[in-house]
Structure formats: C-alpha cells, structure tokens
C-alpha cells in the first residue's frame, strides 16, 4: 500500500524546470550523436520544450529565447556549421545517387540556407573538371540503387524501359542524363563502378 502511495506522489511531481543548462545538455547530447544544421538544432529543442512546457503547463512560446541563446552557442562553439553539414550531406546524397534538385530539396528540408546550398554546389562543380559527369554520376549510383536500367536482367530491360526513366525522372535527372544511365550497357556500368564504395 505505501509503495502504491509513493509511486502516485511521483507521478503528480511536476516535469523539472526548463533551464538555459537543461537546454545546453539537451543540445549537447544530441550533438554529440547527430550532424545538424542550426534550423535543426531549433526543431529538436522547440519539440523538447513544447513536451515539458506541456508537461508543467507552461507556454512553450516563453521559452523561444532560451532556444535562441542555445543554438547561438553551439554555433559560436562550432558544434553546428551550416556550410561543413551541407557539404558533407552533399557528398553523402551524390553518392547515394541524388540528383542535383533532389540534393538541393533534401538540404532545403533540412534548413540550410538555399545560399548556402547554391555554394555547396558552386564548391562542387569547382572540384570536379566536368560538371555534368556529377550528374551522370549520380544517375548511375541512382540506377544501382534501384537496381534500374543496367542493374535489371538483360531479359527485363525493354519491358522495363519506360519506367525506369520515370523514375529517373521523379528522382529529378534530365531526360537525357536518366535515357544515357538508363540505357547503358551493363559491362560499362560494371567497370566504372569497380573499386567504388558506393
């Protein structure tokens, strides 16, 4: 009966306090696991703070500064660089096979500055000596993933033609750079991806 009593007495005890340290604690944990953008960071502890202003009837909107201060910190600290997470995502949604529309969507969703994301870009056509072979690239990678196009037996290309470049398409190439991966031939497709970890 008392433990009974005890365990209702914890349950009406209120959601601690939301403090300028809890905020810090909760940003350096997640931090410590996760790249994140600073729009990121924002969403994660305004969720946070929304749960616990719930929890102890607060208004989550009193707390917008706080959230504020802490991600300004963990920018000053270099915890969280727009620029050094788009250019790493970049390289990880190319790889992947992301187009140059699909990657710029998925760094938008995640918050980064579309400037931000157009110099990403920039950086990238700069190290590459052809441009348009990051994007053919990528389409190959896409194709490989979706085992599309050459990846399908020699049998099921033709029947599958059309919509392998559907989805070539949705995925956000160019008619002509989804036809090129879409219709190369599978020796090709294995030689210039041999030795790549993809």
Same mark, same amino acid.
Do not use: C
């Given at each position: 009966?008392?433990? @009974?009593?005890? %365990?209702?007495?914890?349950?009406?005890?209120?959601?601690?306090? /939301?403090?300028?340290?809890?905020?810090?604690?909760?940003? *350096?944990?997640?931090?410590?696991?996760?790249?994140?953008?600073?729009?990121? *960071?924002?969403?994660?502890?305004?969720?946070? &703070? +929304?749960?616990?202003?719930?929890? $102890?009837?607060?208004?989550?909107?009193?707390?917008?500064?706080?959230?504020?201060?802490? &991600?300004? @910190?963990?920018? #000053?600290?270099?915890?969280?660089?727009? !620029?050094?997470?788009?250019?790493?995502?970049?390289?990880?949604?190319? @790889?992947?096979? %992301?187009?140059?529309?699909?990657?710029? !969507?998925?760094? !938008?969703?995640?918050?980064?500055?579309?400037?931000?994301?157009?110099?990403?870009?920039?950086?990238? #056509? +700069?190290?590459?000596?052809?441009?348009?072979? /990051?994007? +053919?690239?990528?389409? $190959?990678?896409?194709?490989?993933?979706?085992?599309?196009?050459?990846? #399908?037996?020699?049998?099921?290309?033709?029947?599958?033609?059309?919509?392998?470049?559907?989805?070539?398409?949705? %995925?956000?190439?160019?008619?002509? &750079?989804? $036809?090129?991966? =879409?219709?190369?031939?599978?020796?090709?497709?294995?030689?210039?991806?041999?030795?790549?970890? =993809?």
């Amino acid at each position: 009966m008392k433990s @009974r009593i005890v %365990a209702n007495e914890t349950k009406a005890r209120p959601a601690p306090a /939301i403090t300028e340290q809890w905020l810090e604690r909760v940003a *350096l944990h997640y931090l410590d696991r996760y790249s994140a953008t600073e729009e990121m *960071l924002r969403r994660l502890l305004a969720r946070r &703070v +929304e749960r616990r202003s719930r929890d $102890r009837g607060e208004e989550p909107g009193a707390h917008s500064e706080l959230i504020e201060k802490t &991600v300004a @910190r963990a920018v #000053r600290a270099g915890l969280v660089d727009d !620029a050094r997470f788009t250019h790493a995502r970049l390289a990880t949604l190319r @790889r992947r096979g %992301a187009s140059t529309r699909k990657a710029g !969507a998925a760094l !938008a969703a995640k918050g980064v500055d579309r400037t931000i994301v157009e110099a990403a870009l920039a950086a990238e #056509r +700069e190290e590459t000596e052809d441009s348009e072979a /990051i994007e +053919e690239n990528a389409a $190959r990678a896409f194709a490989r993933r979706r085992r599309i196009g050459p990846n #399908r037996p020699a049998d099921a290309r033709a029947a599958h033609r059309e919509r392998d470049l559907a989805a070539m398409a949705r %995925a956000g190439f160019s008619y002509s &750079v989804a $036809r090129a991966a =879409i219709d190369a031939d599978a020796e090709d497709v294995h030689h210039s991806t041999t030795g790549l970890d =993809i």
